[in-house]
């Protein structure tokens, strides 16, 4: 049991705020301070406590909880004994600057992109667009999003419960405005207003294949998926490795490079190498038929490699096909000459899978831009 | 206004009517009800979420005022509507019995839009809600709502107001204790996250699971009660495609009780695998693993 004064309690709790930043937590300050009302309330007397109303205002998402418990243990178990307790207090305050220096270093960084920004250099477009983006040196690359950026990503729609109004005499009669019409003329319901069924796009859903023999496109893609999620809000990307990696929050930062910095930054296994089978089914069982795919457009770029058990690519490909509107699968490969899709995973995935294209350079990707959007 | 002391409070408040929380969860509540946060529950379907709102509106005596969730909801399903019809007919028997001619038509208009021909959808009903004691929002499964509802969801939570332009201005003089619920098929807006308590809804342990089926069913043997908690939790270990929550344990147990068998055996759960598992694939995955296997394991628990 620990007595502190107020002061110290908030020193206490930013302490554990910065150390939690620190660990890689993303905590609002607005949080900080509900953890701190909520300690007011249940008090420093116990640990059990303590725990749970830092996981309860702290936590939002339940991958943070592991990082959460062990940045708690951490730091909680010298803040509750009370010899070091008044000696922390200096620690922490070094911590909560480190924070400051952090955000400080940030302008630096956002200048040092914008160079790269500047060296853009134009070389024949039609030339770019043919190219395989293995060949592509980094300029290429950056120019390329250039080429991206101007795809148009339109997913195919779907009718949506939401009703709209019409402009012409059509669909369901709307009461509601025919009487608020009505109203205004002395409640003769002289002009008659009807709701339509409104519209929607799908959800777009990409899955990038990042092991390492498709590293050379991957990286391409990945910029792919940085203008797609950025120029569209239904769109959730996800990076296939050794196991599955969201990166749809990372791709969201407005620069292509601080984006792609951020979603390779994320994903643990880059360039390593692939379970297909077993991360689809991951995907499958927490994202995809949970609901994310239901409707969707299912996008795959991968190609096809995968030295697990082709059955369970099968029946996760199935799964997923029942579930999605389109399963559309990008491979670089397709576009050598001769190809076969013999590689093992790549004949298990096909029969489940709409539209087969290839992806290695932007000219396909223009044509999977018709494909999503048939 | 307070219902409660400590987390002890909650737990015996909940426990009193058969809902059985554990430690993180109570804590979570009572934390709600002392800093009057929205809470947020997220967990696999099944594990109790939307029961934690209904036993809370039982044991604070509160209406539980629900909103299901879905795309496309908007402000006429879930705030309020004007009751055109009857607004119509106000205004054709003013006509009639000649009122129409004598008064004011400013006069007749505003008594149009009064409160009588409103009508109040549950989040209005929370907000306008008079006295005590608080009605218990239920807002389930946010994650069927697309995002516009979410940011209108948020201004309402922060202010716990709600203006209606024709009316003016509502504004919780007892605000409601709001619970809000997520399957977790897209992520809840960070923003609306950071306003609510946010706690992650596990399955229970095995005693916590026997106790739970025990005060949910009525005339099923304790025998049977422990088998069903006890393959239950080996199947949660199966990596299925939809592992079974406590409410298909419930519903096990039941029918169990229903067609009175004496024990747990693979016949009897050979004809009962529905009510647990719901997906062909994983019922085949539990058969190729075993069925006996599963129960002879049962008797050693």
Request: glycine residues 6%; charged residues 25%; negative net charge.
């Amino acid at each position: 049991m620990v007595e502190v004064d107020a002061t110290h309690l908030d020193r206490i709790v930013a302490g554990f705020a910065a150390a939690l930043r620190t660990a890689g937590l993303d905590v609002p300050v607005g949080s900080v301070v509900t953890f701190r009302q909520a300690l007011g309330v249940v008090g420093l007397a116990a640990w059990h406590p303590v725990y749970w109303a830092g996981r309860a205002t702290l936590v939002h998402r339940p991958e943070d909880t592991a990082l959460f418990d062990d940045t708690f243990a951490a730091y909680w178990h010298d803040q509750l004994r009370p010899d070091v307790a008044m000696e922390m207090s200096e620690h922490e305050l070094t911590m909560a600057l480190d924070t400051g220096d952090d955000e400080a270093a940030t302008p630096d960084d956002a200048e040092g992109t914008q160079e790269v920004d500047l060296v853009l250099r134009w070389s024949p477009t039609e030339v770019l667009r043919h190219k395989d983006f293995s060949l592509f040196t980094l300029e290429e690359l950056v120019e390329a999003q250039t080429l991206m950026r101007q795809l148009k990503l339109a997913t195919s729609v779907r009718p949506s419960r939401r009703q709209r109004r019409a402009r012409h005499e059509r669909g369901r009669l709307d009461i509601r405005h025919t009487v608020q019409r009505a109203l205004r003329t002395e409640g003769e319901p002289l002009i008659r207003a009807s709701t339509v069924q409104s519209e929607q796009p799908r959800r777009l859903i990409l899955l990038i294949d990042v092991s390492g023999s498709m590293e050379p496109y991957a990286r391409a893609l990945l910029r792919f998926a940085h203008a797609a999620v950025v120029s569209r809000r239904r769109v959730e990307a996800f990076a296939l490795g050794t196991r599955l990696t969201r990166i749809t929050r990372e791709l969201s930062s407005r620069d292509p490079d601080d984006a792609f910095a951020a979603a390779t930054g994320a994903v643990e296994d880059w360039s390593g190498g692939t379970r297909l089978g077993p991360v689809l089914r991951e995907f499958n069982d927490e994202w995809g038929v949970r609901g994310m795919a239901r409707g969707a457009v299912v996008v795959v770029l991968s190609d096809g490699w995968d030295r697990g058990d082709p059955a369970v690519l099968a029946e996760q490909m199935q799964r997923l096909a029942r579930v999605a509107h389109h399963v559309v699968w990008v491979n670089p490969l397709k576009a050598t000459e001769g190809y076969e899709p013999l590689a093992a995973g790549m004949a298990a995935a096909l029969p489940f899978v709409d539209r087969f294209i290839e992806g290695h350079n932007i000219a396909s990707l223009e044509a999977l831009v018709a494909a999503v959007a048939a | 206004m307070t219902y409660t002391h400590s987390v002890d409070d909650v737990r015996c408040g909940l426990e009193a009517h058969d809902y059985l929380p554990d430690d993180g969860l109570a804590t979570a509540i009572f934390l709600a009800l002392e800093l009057q946060r929205p809470l947020l529950l997220e967990g696999e379907p099944g594990v109790g979420k939307t029961e934690v709102a209904k036993t809370l509106a039982r044991w604070t005596g509160g209406d539980l005022l629900r909103l299901q969730c879905y795309e496309g909801i908007d402000v006429t399903q879930a705030v309020y509507e004007w009751d055109y019809s009857r607004q119509l007919l106000h205004l054709r028997t003013a006509e009639a019995t000649g009122r129409a001619t004598g008064v004011d038509a400013d006069e007749l208009e505003s008594e149009l839009y009064s409160e009588r021909f409103l009508v109040k959808r549950p989040l209005l009903q929370a907000i306008a809600y008079g006295q005590p004691p608080a009605p218990v929002l239920l807002i389930d499964e946010i994650d069927r709502a697309d995002d516009e509802f979410e940011a209108f969801l948020l201004e309402v939570l922060s202010e716990y107001a709600i203006t209606v332009p024709e009316l003016g201005r509502f504004h919780a003089d007892v605000p409601p204790i709001v619970v809000i619920t997520s399957n977790r098929t897209r992520d809840v807006h960070d923003a609306l996250k950071r306003r609510c308590l946010y706690h992650w809804v596990d399955h229970p342990d095995f005693d916590r699971e026997v106790a739970i089926i025990s005060r949910r069913t009525d005339g099923v043997s304790d025998a049977i009660i422990d088998q069903v908690a006890s393959a239950v939790a080996q199947f949660r270990q199966l990596g299925l495609y939809k592992p079974p929550g406590v409410a298909e344990s419930i519903d096990w147990a039941s029918s169990l009780g229903r067609l009175g068998a004496a024990a747990l055996d693979v016949e009897t759960a050979e004809a009962t695998i529905g009510a647990v598992l719901k997906y062909r694939e994983d019922q085949q995955r539990v058969r190729e693993y075993g069925l006996a296997k599963l129960l002879e394991a049962d008797s050693n628990v």
